[in-house]
């Protein structure tokens, strides 16, 4: 696997930004009551990862240490600008449903946290691609929340109807509680699948890799938080 | 020397009160409300709900400790309580699936995600009826007494009309299934007390604070038919003597107990009558259970020897 691909597999799967490293939880939590607004906030926050990384990989040389998180903020806050107005102009609807979300994108921890760990660090092209996989790990986290809540909330998704029209919407989901239920429940579900595919010795996060320490590291989840030498990974505590 | 010495660890000392004779008792307890509630809506079939609504829950806890390979606890008498509580929780035409969905939510969601009995953090009926509210608000308050659908006298409190507080005494009014007699529920109540399985501390000092509240901020002063009609009206008194008590999500210092009791009363008064709808004993109920790890740091007892002047 290229430099390239791995970036995007790790953004989609690896360190998913909603179920792994849990970050962004505010818009996460906020505009996913449909699946429209979901895929619209995560594309653009996809769109403004891309561009910042981009260019915050290309000025990483120039942008003093002591300076670079307002440096990045600068950064960021352009092109957030940008996509609020593209926004606003092309599709009314969606600017009007994530509101005070998207001017939010600006202090999203995603976005200054792959600044930070990722772009200011490494050259221009994996750090665009680092992006791209961010950016679509966190608009699947987001969409598949969206549908979930909507589908439970409206019976609807995407807007369309598609529970019967006896079914009665629960709607508690598509309230501000609803976030929180489906959110740990997806959470509670990837961490399942990953345990199972870890247990079949797949996918097996070596110790190694967790330099940080597990505080900082998003796959304490699937090492079961042990700072071992093991590098076979069969002490997954279960 | 053939004597041994046995050792053993803490505790040594134990009592033949175990958790299901409690919860047996405070099934007993809820009994005449529960037989006066399926009694006075006969005509709405109550029994239904009630009895798929406490099946609900104790198959839904032995599912799931079944599916999670965890011990089956479903004899201890706790998850029927949180269904028959629930049940009279509920009003009396409410679909029975509803019922259903909202044991499932107690019992999963708010008792064994958190670790099962003595660990839930707030009344898992309670928190079931919240829930129930919140998804369907129209059935969950639209009350039917013989056939005939209207506010509550709690309703008709706070649009200011006059109430028949000898009905709200004895029962004979609209409301969820458990909550409409007074006396029925003092019975049980007096039950629980006599037997030691609740103490007064907490139902006191939540109806306490709660009239002073309302003498304060209601409007109507000392005027003792107002008093009475809030104190009978709604879930207070289910609230008070079958759920405020629950032991897991109650403090255990007698000073904690109190405050916890305070808190209940006033948040009850507040939403009573400056909210939205016309009951908030639930609300009320569940919020000061989240406040209760607080509460419980504030009253922690001080080992002797330790503390005084600094």
């Keep these: ?238 | 020397m053939n004597e041994k010495y046995r050792v053993s660890s803490s505790p040594h000392i134990r009592d033949k009160i175990k958790s299901s004779n409690i919860m047996l008792m405070v099934v007993i307890g809820l009994l005449p409300a529960t037989v006066f509630g399926i009694w006075n809506f006969r005509h709405e079939n109550a029994w239904i709900l009630v009895v798929v609504t406490t099946a609900a829950a104790v198959l839904s806890e032995y599912i799931y400790e079944k599916l999670m390979h965890k011990p089956i606890t479903i004899n201890d008498f706790s998850a029927v309580v949180t269904g028959l509580l629930l049940a009279l929780n509920l009003p009396p035409t409410l679909p029975w699936w509803m019922g259903v969905l909202g044991s499932v939510f107690a019992i999963v969601v708010v008792k064994q995600l958190f670790g099962g009995l003595g660990q839930n953090f707030m009344n898992p009926a309670l928190a079931a009826r919240c829930f129930l509210l919140i998804c369907f608000t129209g059935q969950m308050t639209s009350f039917v007494y013989d056939g005939v659908t209207g506010p509550t006298p709690l309703a008709d409190l706070k649009a200011g009309e006059a109430v028949n507080t000898m009905d709200m005494l004895i029962g004979n009014i609209r409301g969820t299934i458990g909550e409409t007699s007074v006396i029925a529920i003092m019975i049980g109540a007096m039950f629980l007390i006599l037997m030691g399985v609740i103490d007064l501390t907490i139902p006191a000092s939540y109806l306490i604070s709660f009239v002073v509240f309302i003498v304060i901020f209601g409007g109507h002063g000392l005027d003792p038919q107002y008093i009475t009609a809030h104190l009978c009206g709604g879930g207070l008194m289910l609230g008070a003597w079958f759920m405020a008590t629950d032991y897991v999500t109650s403090p255990i210092t007698t000073k904690g107990r109190i405050l916890y009791g305070v808190c209940m009363g006033l948040l009850t008064g507040l939403f009573r009558l400056f909210g939205g709808s016309a009951e908030g004993v639930s609300y009320a109920i569940i919020i000061s259970n989240l406040l209760v790890p607080l509460i419980e740091k504030i009253t922690l007892p001080k080992p002797f020897g330790k503390g005084g002047e600094r």
Excluded: W
């Excluded at chain 1, 906030?41 to 120039?62: D, E, F, P, Q, Y």
């Excluded at chain 1, 107005?85 to 609807?93: A, K, N, R, T």
């Design chain 1, 1 to 238: 696997m290229n430099k390239c691909t791995e970036r995007i597999y790790n953004g989609l799967v690896k360190e998913n930004p909603t179920f792994v490293l849990m970050l962004g939880m505010c818009p996460t939590l906020a505009v996913t009551t449909s699946a429209i607004n979901g895929i619209g906030m995560g594309l653009s926050t996809t769109a403004v990862l891309i561009m910042s990384n981009m260019l915050i990989s290309m000025l990483r040389k120039i942008i003093p240490d002591s300076v670079r998180m307002p440096a990045f903020i600068v950064v960021v806050a352009s092109f957030v600008t940008i996509v609020d107005f593209l926004l606003e102009g092309f599709v009314p609807s969606l600017y009007d449903s994530l509101g005070l979300y998207i001017p939010l994108i600006v202090v999203n921890c995603i976005i200054l946290g792959r600044a930070e760990s990722y772009a200011s660090k490494n050259p221009v092209l994996p750090s665009i691609f680092d992006g791209v996989g961010m950016g679509l790990g966190f608009t699947v986290g987001l969409t598949s929340i969206g549908i979930v809540r909507e589908l439970i909330g409206a019976g609807q998704i995407f807007g369309i109807q598609v529970m019967p029209d006896s079914y009665v919407p629960l709607t508690i989901f598509v309230l501000a509680p609803g976030a929180f239920f489906v959110l740990a429940a997806l959470v509670a579900l990837q961490n399942k699948i990953k345990r199972a595919a870890a247990k079949k010795g797949k996918e097996v996060p070596a110790a190694a890799d967790c330099g940080a320490g597990c505080a900082a590291c998003g796959n304490r989840g699937a090492c079961g938080g042990h700072m071992t030498v093991s590098q076979s990974g069969n002490n997954n505590r279960g």
